[in-house]
């Protein structure tokens, strides 16, 4: 029964439809409820920071269940990207296309991109497929280069835009996260270009494919729906994006490794991620926050995730501490004794 927890994902989509549906306030019930309802919820319970036993790591490595859960939000979320398009198309007020904009923005954060960094990490050429499909959704395909050959090599260290450092404020690494993963993404095709002996111009270098997709999509919602319908998408896709920074933000805030004489970097450790056992953010993000984990070992699906003493932790959950990030004196308040905590007991 305990994999049924990880059901809780339909939540968003239910909240999505009746933002969908409504008008007014209710259009925000997403927010209200994820970024609203949850953390609070949070502060309720206690972390869980259990893991699971032998046996139930057996049960659960070979239950196809876990996979097909994530390939059935492909479906679900695209399936709600083109009634966002007819929605927004019928939609007058403002409020009402904030409100069905944002909700269909957190949408594409929540199970576009995050669920397609699941699936990226994959080896199966069809998994890592349904991964790209989910974060074209959002635009955000150039992620997958960067972030599994880039991010997870250079994490805690200057090379790596998303790392975080300490007392950076949160909107100046939104551009500076973003932009550079961007921009490191089309070196990494050229380097792994180059390394085959082809051209930088090759019809395999992705970038140039997430490019012409990107191009192609943007250009269908233009000329069957519209401006209005093509900027709401647009607002929604950049929605999705800062809720990845954001998190990438806080998941690695102030940690750093350690350089070596020779000029390299130590291996990365569960001690150069933060982590959380918050339960709700835990299984509606599918134990994302259990970063430590995955940074130590990347291919490691998501419901085999585990807890170690060694990680630092977060003092709330993922949604709470992505509102306390909006707050840089608060967050900086909180985080900072404990960066240096985590760095003295490396």
């Known amino acids: 029964m305990k994999k049924l927890k990880?059901?809780?994902?339909?939540?968003l989509p239910l909240t999505v439809f009746i933002s969908f549906n409504n008008s007014g306030v209710l259009t925000f019930l997403p927010v209200f409820v994820f970024f609203g309802l949850v953390p609070l919820l949070e502060m309720a319970f206690q972390p869980d920071a259990k893991n699971l036993d032998e046996r139930e790591r057996e049960l659960a490595a070979n239950d196809n269940y876990y996979d097909f859960l994530l390939y059935l939000m492909l479906p679900i979320q695209w399936g709600f990207l083109i009634y966002f398009f007819f929605i927004i198309s019928g939609s007058t007020t403002t409020l009402d296309l904030v409100g069905k904009t944002v909700s269909m923005g957190i949408m594409c954060g929540v199970i576009g991109i995050n669920l397609g960094h699941e699936l990226g990490h994959r080896l199966n050429k069809v998994e890592q497929l349904i991964g790209e499909i989910l974060l074209l959704s959002s635009l955000e395909n150039h992620f997958l280069p960067y972030h599994n050959r880039g991010h997870h090599h250079n994490v805690g260290t200057p090379n790596d835009p998303a790392t975080a450092r300490k007392n950076e404020l949160l909107f100046v690494f939104w551009f500076r996260s973003q932009i550079g993963s961007y921009l490191q993404a089309w070196q990494i095709e050229k380097e792994r270009l180059s390394i085959q002996k082809l051209t930088f111009f090759h019809y395999t270098n992705r970038m140039i494919i997430y490019t012409f997709l990107h191009i192609t999509l943007l250009s269908s919602i233009y000329f069957i729906f519209g401006l209005k319908v093509l900027l709401a998408f647009l607002l929604a896709a950049i929605i999705g994006i800062l809720l990845l920074e954001t998190v990438n933000y806080i998941e690695h805030y102030g940690l750093v490794r350690q350089q070596k004489e020779n000029g390299t970097y130590e291996?990365?450790?569960?001690?150069?991620?933060?982590?959380?056992n918050h339960v709700l953010g835990r299984i509606v993000l599918f134990e994302l926050s259990r970063h430590s984990d995955h940074h130590?070992?990347?291919?490691?699906?998501?419901?085999?995730?585990?807890?170690?003493?060694?990680?630092?932790?977060?003092?709330?959950?993922?949604?709470?501490?992505?509102?306390?990030?909006?707050?840089?004196?608060?967050?900086?308040?909180?985080?900072?004794?404990?960066?240096?905590?985590?760095?003295?007991?490396?």
């Open 6 to 11: 990880y059901l809780s994902i339909l939540a």
């Open 296 to 346: 130590y070992k990347a291919d490691r699906p998501y419901q085999l995730l585990e807890s170690h003493e060694e990680s630092p932790t977060m003092p709330t959950g993922y949604p709470g501490m992505m509102l306390m990030a909006l707050v840089p004196p608060l967050f900086f308040k909180v985080m900072n004794n404990r960066v240096e905590a985590a760095r003295n007991t490396i």
């Open 267 to 276: 291996r990365v450790r569960r001690w150069h991620s933060w982590n959380s």
